[in-house]
């Protein structure tokens, strides 16, 4: 099963790290999905890319960065 990745690029920081990140899609179950912001998705392996739980969990709470999100 593919999974969907977003056409245009919706950016997030890490409150407490500053880190970014990018959308990539979401799982079956409708849960989003990370990339470090200058990966490309559509050229990463579905495993590199980061539950939504399991990111905020390691690097903080995720906010829309920029506008882009």
Do not use: C, Y
Not at 14 to 25: D, I, Q, T, V
Not at 37 to 59: G, H, S
């Amino acid at each position: 099963m593919a999974i969907p990745i977003p056409s245009d690029p919706q950016l997030f920081v890490a409150a407490e790290h500053g880190s970014r990140w990018k959308l990539a899609g979401t799982d079956a179950a409708g849960g989003r999905l990370f990339v470090p912001e200058l990966v490309d998705p559509e050229k990463t392996p579905r495993w590199v890319w980061a539950r939504e739980a399991e990111l905020v969990e390691v690097v903080g709470e995720l906010v829309p960065f920029g506008g882009a999100a």
